[in-house]
């Protein structure tokens, strides 16, 4: 294919991920309010946009109850009213929000959604993705996901108000601790496959390594947690502090940007959480059916939001202190000892060690 064909396929395949993940945000609000509703023994959205089934003797049947909400919400958000402080830095305060959104969508980038597979007539190899066999696809992620805390520090110092101050020192402190941890995590997998191409990775995982690296999992996706600023480490909204944090100056659909940048961040994050410790798009026949591998990656990031709202409606919320505490005392520790293990694992296993080791233990054990 010529430089051009490649290009044009991008723009095709980023096209139709980022609707579907800005169509899978409104829905994962709609989610989260259907679960935490049913979590909590409450009524969530089951209204707007039913379809009334009439019951003889009965009251109508009110199908899909609620599926309109995320248009609903949309629209409120486009018509209210927008105000910028007198005092604010109305550049960065109008560019922060893009600034939180847009590192969460470009994230999508790398991630492999089927293996090779021919679609219409067009070859998508080594596997299907928007930028596919990119050998540096996790420090693309790293790097942007380290951009985000940019567009939340900036959006609380832009809005010239003290609570917006603070919410947006908190969170310089919060990523910074447990992007640590996090990227200890991810260089885990990047170890065990020997490459830094997320595709690699994915087939690197014939064998399943959830049972083996089931701590660089649990770290992973407690630090993704924090860097979203999802319950339990939600400090940076904390309501009886902070009045909304760094958002609390922000309306109208630049407040709807930092909401839309968090939930696309769970789809991304889970997706991520899904290619490195849960096989990807791998799964029973997907070899002989690649088509396969999009429901597969799509199920798994799916439980992993539904994992994410399921905290937030069983645990409280930290308090600072605690959070500081379990991401430098507990979290890093642990994500580094996990990381020390499994190198020098992998280098016993290059020398040959490994296999006589396990025999002799197997040995002094059996008899």
Do not use: C, H
Not at 77 to 90: C, G, N, S, V
Not at 284 to 313: E, H, Q, S
Not at 326 to 341: E, Q, R, T, V
């Amino acid at each position: 294919m010529t430089p051009v064909q490649i290009a044009l396929r991008a723009l095709l395949v980023g096209f139709v991920v980022v609707l579907t993940v800005i169509t899978g945000f409104a829905y994962g609000s709609f989610l989260e309010r259907k679960l935490l509703a049913r979590f909590q023994g409450r009524i969530g959205p089951n209204r707007a946009g039913y379809l009334p089934i009439p019951q003889r003797g009965r009251k109508e049947r009110k199908l899909l109850g609620g599926v309109l909400q995320p248009a609903a919400d949309a629209v409120k958000l486009f018509f209210k009213e927008d105000l910028t402080p007198t005092k604010a830095d109305k550049w960065i305060y109008t560019l922060a929000p893009m600034m939180a959104a847009i590192p969460a969508i470009m994230i999508l980038g790398v991630i492999p959604w089927a293996g090779k597979i021919t679609i219409f007539g067009s070859l998508f190899s080594p596997y299907f993705a928007i930028a596919p066999g990119i050998n540096v696809g996790i420090l693309f992620i790293l790097s942007l996901a380290s951009i985000g805390v940019y567009g939340v520090v900036l959006a609380g110092w832009s809005s010239n108000s003290k609570y917006a101050v603070l919410g947006g020192i908190r969170t310089t402190a919060q990523m910074v601790s447990y992007e640590l941890a996090l990227g200890l995590s991810v260089l885990i997998p990047v170890m065990m496959a020997n490459s830094l191409d997320l595709g690699e990775i994915v087939e690197a995982q014939r064998g399943g390594w959830f049972f083996v690296q089931f701590i660089a999992a649990f770290v992973f996706f407690i630090a993704t947690l924090a860097e979203m600023q999802r319950s339990p480490f939600d400090l940076l909204e904390a309501e009886q502090e902070l009045s909304a944090g760094y958002m609390v100056e922000y309306g109208g659909m630049r407040f709807g940007m930092f909401f839309m940048s968090e939930y696309m961040a769970m789809i991304s994050y889970s997706a991520i959480m899904a290619t490195l410790f849960f096989g990807g798009y791998r799964g029973p026949f997907v070899d002989t059916y690649p088509a396969l591998g999009f429901l597969y990656i799509l199920g798994k990031t799916l439980i992993g939001v539904v994992l994410m709202i399921w905290i937030r409606a069983t645990l409280p919320r930290f308090r600072y202190d605690q959070l500081m505490n379990f991401g430098w005392k507990s979290l890093l520790p642990i994500s580094a000892l996990n990381f020390i293990l499994t190198a020098t694992f992998i280098l016993l296993k290059e020398e040959g060690i490994v296999g006589p080791f396990i025999d002799s233990v197997l040995k002094f054990f059996v008899g």
